[in-house]
């Protein structure tokens, strides 16, 4: 079975600093990963996703992730963060084999700070 | 107007009341889903449906029961609410084939008294 897990409940940064969010996940073979994010009283929305290829892929606000095969790994990442990117962020991982379905992380709350 | 609509966004209810959570879509997609939110946990798969024939189980079915009235429309129940079904409640949506690209509604907010 496919776990997600991100390591770390509350982040606080300044605006302007650089942000980092981890995400490990287990799967047997390739899986496909995805960031969402979530604003205050809002759904979910794609920030980005890993299939194939290109190990650092690049999504939307300026957010990047890097997957990392031999860590288990799918961190987030954004060089400057704006006070709108206070929001809760889940890292999911899918599979072919499991149906396509969907299994997410516990998320990460991150707080700017002026 | 949202492609994911949910009715109601917010609903106080009491334990053993039955409970509809509907969900409608306006996206043309064939697979729709249901998902529970709870603090620390991410989101759980409650039930998906690839077509209007096909309905699953997802992680924590127990308790809960759907309805796939037609391409667009996907109904979430409860058929006798308890408090430990409080929780955040969202419906998305995702195109056949295409792995993960799912489309959230608002969420819908039910809280078990």
């Known amino acids: 079975a496919q776990s997600v897990t991100q390591p770390d409940i509350h982040i606080t940064v300044s605006e302007g600093a650089s942000l980092e969010l981890r995400c490990n996940y287990s799967?047997?073979?390739?899986?496909?990963l995805f960031w969402y994010v979530q604003s205050p009283g809002q759904g979910l929305q794609l920030l980005l996703k890993y299939f194939s290829g290109d190990t650092l892929v690049q999504g939307i606000k300026g957010f990047e992730a890097e997957f990392k095969r031999s860590q288990s790994s799918f961190n987030l990442r954004k060089p400057s963060v704006h006070w709108s990117d206070a929001a809760e962020y889940f890292c999911a991982v899918g599979a072919r084999a499991a149906g396509n379905k969907l299994t997410f992380g516990g998320g990460t709350r991150v707080l700017v700070k002026p | 107007d949202a492609d994911v609509t949910q009715t109601p966004r917010n609903r106080i209810t009491k334990t053993g009341k039955r409970i509809m959570l509907e969900c409608s879509q306006t996206k043309g997609h064939d697979r729709m889903y249901w998902y529970r939110q709870d603090p620390g946990l991410g989101l759980q798969l409650i039930y998906y449906?690839?077509?209007?024939?096909?309905?699953n189980k997802g992680e924590i079915s127990d308790g809960y029961s759907v309805s796939r009235q037609a391409q667009a429309k996907f109904s979430l129940s409860l058929e006798s609410a308890i408090p430990n079904q409080t929780a955040l409640y969202f419906c998305?949506?995702?195109?056949?084939?295409?792995?993960?690209?799912?489309?959230f509604g608002e969420g819908s907010r039910l809280t078990v008294l």
């Open positions: 998305a949506t995702s195109d056949t084939g295409v792995a993960g690209e799912l489309f």
């Open positions: 449906s690839f077509d209007v024939k096909d309905i």
């Open positions: 799967y047997g073979a390739t899986p496909y």
